[in-house]
């Protein structure tokens, strides 16, 4: 990650007197790879004052049962100690009503304790601060708006005795759009009149007594202004009133600074969207209607697909304006009586309300998914962007906001693991693989440090030969608590997580080490091929990253493939091509993996500087008399040939497979029908004695 990605520290003051919570959190942190946070740790309240006092700090994690501050007196002495800092609070699953009390009393959030995992945690902490800085700057917009009314001079008019203007200053008359001149002797409800915007009536003004202190001044040219005012009686030396004397000033601007407080306070600041308070508000109240109606309340949780590439490659600027422009289209795709919500980041959550059919939810579902991915025009740019949908059903799915919130939370990754831009329904099963996903994410950052991964290897055949040309490197992974963790589930989460750069390195490191002992041992040279990721690929250092594992190992680049799918080649045409040609250059070859299931084509290869076809197993492993993909391996193979690349089938299973491959002069193959991956030791037993022997020995 270069300088300029880094995300910015966070100082993070953890007010907790128990030891075990707090490594708890601590390790929760370090899981997420939180580096960005610096976690501060005191366990009383009167440490954490000293500290506040003389150090500054982002956020404060407060227990609220701490030894010399319990529950909302921890709060109070906490905002005393560092009025300016957003606060979150942990509290025990049966202090519900006290965690409310501490929301109210200025907390931005509250955790509970034991069910704080890493990305809620981290979520709740960037909402907190998120929130706070956006009240920060209203109340700085309030103040400036205060000082500005109070040095605007007042309206001031008086009348005599019997109730007629004798006078208006120049803001009374600019306030009224009568001129002094206009006004004197004229009866003051005729100048000064007045509506009650309460009981939308007009005011008698036979008498100043009679003006209430808060209304409607109606302008001359009918225009009303919301007022305050005071009145005193104008007195003789004698103690008798001969008049009055009405002070009242425009509360225009200070009631809109209240409703945007209020309306800030409820909305996202970016889109306008309500944010969780109001959307929680908003469930609440489609669930009493529901229940009252025998009606179903949907909760619809989307979450956009890569906007995490929009950011990084075209700047947060037009990240915010792709969020607002998927804002739009999600609330025109809705109905009135539906909410759509921003939570932060690029998570939205919609609420159908008084729904019918369950089924009715599928409809708005599928209208979301085509809005969201058709093309949006950002600052003269075509952006494509899609979303994943979860979608828990009231009451089935859940009876409060919070229950129907994470399992529709918990489905969207569900969706997001069944391939993105879809929606998925939660079903109870889907706890079991969130607890599953946890684990993998909680143990994938450390599980390099712990040695957990190791490399199987597939033996790749020379089909005119019989002979074993090298081996493909792939990585297993067996978990501490899971065992062996299947590549379908781990690899997903590494790429989303951003882990992949630091794993593919390792595999990379690892595979050449190993070639080159097989190499040292008189084994001869290996072929070693090493799959690659966008995320690898497109990560600034990776060619410095292949040329020092190269160096540290001392392998052979000649010997080196590395295998790269359509899709990535595809991605940005001209930096795929500059970054091939300088792995030609160190003499690495490059193998275009999956060959037929992407939507390049030969002559689209054909511009980059590539060495070999590798052909999908979908496929090979379809090999029949006919069938359109037999005719596919089978021109595959020929136009591979015509441009001089070498062909390589993977997912050889069976005999009749193997002869079709031969017959039309494929290169090489690799599959089960010749060997399963195998352990280095074993692959090494396999380079002495030969594959035949192997074979036979297996019989």
């Excluded at 225009?223 to 009145?231: D, F, G, L, M, T």
């Excluded at 103690?239 to 004397?245: E, F, Q, Y």
């Excluded at 994943?388 to 569900?414: C, F, H």
Aim: aromatic letters at 6%; one cysteine or more; proline letters at 3%.
């Amino acid at each position: 990650m270069t300088q300029m990605n880094r995300k910015p520290v966070t100082t993070l003051l953890l007010v907790e007197d128990n030891p075990g919570d707090a490594r708890l959190l601590h390790e929760t942190l370090r899981r997420q790879d939180a580096s960005h946070i610096d976690l501060v740790h005191v366990q009383s309240m009167g440490e954490a004052e000293r500290y506040l006092s003389a150090h500054a700090v982002d956020i404060v994690l407060l227990d609220l049962g701490l030894p010399d501050a319990q529950g909302l007196q921890a709060v109070l002495r906490a905002h005393a100690a560092a009025p300016r800092v957003p606060l979150v609070v942990l509290t025990g699953l049966e202090d519900e009503s006290l965690a409310r009390q501490a929301l109210q009393e200025g907390a931005q959030d509250h955790l509970i304790k034991g069910e704080v995992d890493g990305r809620g945690l981290l979520r709740a902490l960037g909402y907190a601060i998120e929130r706070k800085t956006m009240e920060d700057a209203l109340f700085e917009e309030k103040e400036r708006a205060q000082v500005t009314l109070n040095c605007i001079a007042d309206a001031v008019a008086c009348t005599d005795n019997l109730g007629n203007i004798s006078f208006l200053n120049v803001v009374a008359e600019s306030m009224t759009g009568w001129s002094l001149q206009e006004a004197v002797g004229r009866p003051m409800a005729e100048v000064l009149r007045m509506w009650d915007a309460t009981d939308r009536e007009s005011v008698d003004l036979a008498s100043p007594a009679l003006l209430p202190e808060k209304c409607n001044l109606v302008r001359r040219d009918g225009k009303q202004i919301p007022i305050e005012n005071s009145v005193a009686p104008i007195r003789n030396r004698e103690g008798h009133a001969t008049g009055a004397v009405i002070v009242f000033r425009d509360v225009s601007a200070a009631r809109a600074t209240a409703l945007q407080m209020t309306h800030a306070a409820e909305h996202d600041f970016l889109t306008g969207l309500p944010n969780r308070t109001l959307l929680n508000d908003r469930i609440g109240q489609a669930i009493a209607l529901a229940s009252r109606h025998n009606k179903r309340v949907a909760v619809l949780f989307l979450d956009l697909d890569g906007f995490k590439h929009v950011n990084d490659s075209l700047g947060h600027l037009i990240g915010d304006k792709l969020l607002q422009s998927v804002a739009n289209r999600l609330v025109a795709c809705v109905r009135s009586v539906d909410t759509v919500s921003r939570l932060g980041g690029d998570e939205f959550v919609v609420v159908l309300s008084e729904l019918e059919r369950s089924e009715d939810v599928a409809i708005t579902a599928r209208k979301l998914l085509k809005v969201v991915a058709t093309a949006h025009s950002i600052d003269q740019q075509t952006l494509h962007t899609s979303t994943s949908i979860g979608v828990s059903v009231y009451p089935g799915d859940g009876r409060d906001a919070e229950t129907l919130i994470k399992n529709a939370d918990t489905a969207m990754y569900q969706a997001k693991e069944r391939g993105r831009q879809r929606y998925q329904f939660f079903a109870p099963a889907m706890n079991v693989r969130a607890v599953q996903r946890q684990l993998i994410e909680e143990g994938l950052p450390s599980a390099l440090e712990r040695g957990e991964f190791f490399l199987n290897y597939l033996p790749k055949i020379n089909l005119r030969t019989g002979e074993i040309t090298g081996a493909q490197a792939l990585i297993r992974w067996t978990h501490p608590v899971q065992g062996h963790v299947p590549l379908a589930q781990f690899i997903p989460v590494a790429e989303d997580g951003g882990y992949m750069f630091p794993i593919g390195n390792w595999v990379l490191r690892e595979a050449c080490r190993q070639a080159q002992a097989w190499a040292d041992a008189g084994l001869g040279q290996v072929e070693m091929a090493v799959n690659i990721c966008a995320a690898e690929f497109r990560a600034d250092h990776f060619l410095d990253s292949v040329v020092a594992v190269l160096q540290e190992t001392g392998f052979d680049p000649r010997f080196l493939e590395l295998e790269l799918t359509e899709r990535v080649l595809m991605k940005n045409a001209a930096t795929t091509e500059l970054i091939l040609k300088k792995l030609r250059d160190k003499g690495v070859r490059v193998v275009v993996d999956d060959f037929g299931t992407g939507a390049s084509s030969l002559s689209f290869i054909r511009q980059f500087p590539v060495d070999t076809l590798k052909i999908d197993r979908s496929f090979v492993q379809q090999i029949s008399p006919e069938g359109d993909p037999t005719r596919m391996v089978a021109t595959v193979i020929g136009m591979g040939h015509s441009l001089d690349l070498r062909v390589i089938a993977e997912g050889v299973e069976t005999r009749e497979g193997l002869v079709f491959l031969q017959a039309h002069q494929c290169d090489e193959a690799q599959g089960y029908y010749f060997s399963e991956p195998l352990s280095a030791q074993e692959f090494a037993e396999l380079l002495k004695v030969g594959l035949a022997e192997t074979a036979e020995a297996r019989a």
